[in-house]
C-alpha cells in the first residue's frame, strides 16, 4: 500500500521561472494538505483541498501561488515567477474519510525540495 | 496567528534514559494533538496523537499527555535507543478543522 507519493523530489528553478509539484495522496484518500517548510522551522500550513474543491486557503500568499486537485490525477501546487524567498521543503499530506466525514489524521509525502537560484 | 510553541529546541540525552517534549497552544478550539519524528531529508511521520476528549495515550515506549485547561501536551519517550535521535513536531488543529499548526521542533539526540 504505496504511501503519499511527492514529484519530483528535488526542483531546481531560476528566478521568474514557474514551478510545479506534485502530490499523489495515499489510496482511498480524498483529502489532501499542502505544507511549506523552512530550513529549521516547522510545517506552515498553506492548502486544503478536495476533488476539485479548495476549502481552505487561508494559509496560501495572495499572488503567485495557486493548488487544484483535479477529479483525475495528482493534486498540483504552482508557484510562477519564483523568487529566492520560495526555497523551502513543500509537502503533501492526505487524509482519509470516514462515516462521519474527513478524519483529521494527516500522513505526509517526502516532500519536494525547491531551490531558486 | 494562533501559534504553537515547543521547548526544548535541542535534547541530548543517553541510551535508555526518557525524554520529554512539551508544547503549548493558543487556539482553544483545537481538539486534535498529533506528534510527528522526521528524519533527514524525509517527510514527517505521525507517531502517536491524540484528541481532546482524552487526557492520556500510550504506545508502547511513548505517550503524550494532554491538558485542556492549561492548553499544554507532552511527548514522553521512554527507554531511548539511537534510532529515536530525529527531529520532532508537535502540531494542534486549527480551529477544531483539519489543517494544523506545528511547532518549531525539537532535535533529540540519543548517544548510546
Known amino acids: 500500500n504505496a504511501g503519499v507519493m511527492q514529484n519530483p523530489r528535488h526542483l531546481v528553478r531560476r528566478r521568474g521561472q514557474e514551478a510545479r509539484l506534485r502530490c499523489s495522496p495515499m489510496?482511498?484518500?480524498?483529502?489532501v494538505y499542502w505544507y511549506r517548510q523552512l530550513p529549521e522551522e516547522g510545517l506552515k500550513f498553506m492548502v486544503y483541498l478536495q476533488k476539485e474543491n479548495i476549502i481552505d486557503e487561508s494559509g496560501m500568499p495572495k499572488e503567485r501561488f495557486s493548488a487544484e486537485f483535479p477529479k483525475e490525477g495528482p493534486s498540483i501546487l504552482r508557484i510562477q515567477q519564483v523568487v529566492r524567498g520560495d526555497s523551502a521543503a513543500y509537502f503533501c499530506?492526505?487524509?482519509?474519510?470516514?462515516?462521519?466525514?474527513?478524519?483529521?489524521?494527516?500522513?505526509f509525502g517526502p516532500g519536494t525540495r525547491l531551490l531558486v537560484l | 496567528g494562533e501559534n504553537v510553541e515547543q521547548h526544548p529546541s535541542t535534547l541530548s540525552v543517553q541510551e535508555g534514559d526518557s525524554a520529554v517534549i512539551k508544547c503549548t497552544y493558543s487556539d482553544s478550539a483545537s481538539n486534535y494533538f498529533p506528534w510527528y519524528k522526521q528524519e533527514l531529508g524525509k517527510g514527517p511521520q505521525l507517531i502517536i496523537d491524540i484528541r481532546s476528549n482524552v487526557g492520556e495515550k500510550k504506545d508502547q515506549r511513548i505517550a503524550v499527555t494532554l491538558n485542556k485547561t492549561a492548553k499544554h501536551f507532552s511527548l514522553h519517550i521512554t527507554e531511548t535507543q539511537p534510532e529515536d535521535s530525529a527531529v520532532y513536531f508537535c502540531?494542534?488543529?486549527?480551529?477544531?478543522?483539519?489543517?494544523?499548526?506545528f511547532g518549531k521542533g525539537t532535535s533529540l539526540l540519543v548517544t548510546p
Open positions: 489510496k482511498g484518500h480524498s483529502h
Open positions: 499530506a492526505s487524509s482519509p474519510r470516514s462515516a462521519e466525514g474527513p478524519q483529521q489524521t494527516q500522513y
Open positions: 502540531a494542534a488543529s486549527i480551529n477544531s478543522g483539519y489543517a494544523l499548526n
